[in-house]
């Protein structure tokens, strides 16, 4: 609930600004729910799908980074230690990895690399391998597609313009 607060704060304000003034503004809102992710993060660096959790969740860690670094770039005050740490273990689980291992993580491989791009740290020619691997099945799904779009946007974001046009009308 934490990332739809980062960019409603105006819609929010117009339709229900009671709302604001109850629980404090949408500072106040964001930075519980800041707090709350930080919560899980695990010693290792990712973050537990859940609260008390032990061991990362790849998807997971993908997800509250994305929610972070959108906070941080908002002008929220996210602490840079805890997102040098999660984007370590991004960087190296991505190394540790091979290319479609385990059910789980090659749906979260797509996003963890978006993330990384978004963080500055893009791999350029994993993820071009990704997407030659995602173009080259016979069969391909909406999650491939999904997964395909993800890998693109983020070898444009490591600054790779090949996938531009792709990108602008998908």
Same mark, same amino acid.
């Given at each position: 609930?934490?990332?739809?607060?980062?960019?409603?704060?105006?819609?929010?304000?117009?339709?229900?600004?009671?709302?604001?003034?109850?629980?404090?503004?949408?500072?106040?809102?964001?930075?519980?729910?800041?707090?709350?992710?930080?919560?899980?993060?695990?010693?290792?660096?990712?973050?537990?799908?859940?609260?008390?959790?032990?061991?990362?969740?790849?998807?997971?860690?993908?997800?509250?980074? &994305?929610?972070? %670094?959108?906070?941080?770039?908002? !002008?929220?005050?996210?602490?840079?230690? =805890? @997102?040098? #740490? *999660?984007?370590?273990?991004?960087?190296?689980?991505?190394?540790?990895?091979?290319?479609?291992?385990?059910?789980?993580?090659?749906?979260?491989?797509?996003?963890? &690399?978006?993330? %990384?791009?978004?963080?500055?740290? !893009?791999?350029?020619?994993?993820?071009? =391998? @990704?997407? #030659? *691997?995602?173009?080259?099945?016979?069969?391909?799904?909406?999650?491939?597609?999904?997964?395909?779009?993800?890998?693109?946007?983020?070898?444009?974001?490591?600054?790779?313009?090949?996938?531009?046009?792709?990108?602008?009308?998908?």
């Amino acid at each position: 609930s934490t990332r739809p607060l980062l960019y409603v704060a105006n819609v929010v304000e117009q339709i229900d600004p009671e709302m604001l003034i109850k629980n404090g503004g949408i500072e106040k809102m964001v930075m519980h729910g800041v707090n709350r992710v930080l919560s899980m993060q695990t010693a290792s660096g990712g973050f537990a799908y859940w609260p008390g959790g032990t061991r990362p969740d790849p998807w997971g860690t993908a997800y509250a980074t &994305h929610m972070l %670094l959108d906070a941080k770039k908002a !002008g929220f005050d996210i602490p840079q230690d =805890r @997102l040098d #740490e *999660v984007i370590k273990w991004i960087d190296d689980t991505l190394e540790k990895r091979s290319v479609g291992s385990g059910y789980g993580y090659r749906y979260a491989e797509p996003y963890l &690399h978006y993330v %990384l791009a978004r963080a500055g740290k !893009g791999k350029k020619a994993r993820i071009q =391998r @990704l997407i #030659e *691997v995602e173009q080259g099945k016979s069969k391909r799904s909406n999650i491939d597609l999904e997964k395909e779009y993800l890998l693109k946007s983020a070898l444009y974001l490591a600054g790779d313009r090949r996938y531009e046009k792709f990108l602008k009308s998908p």
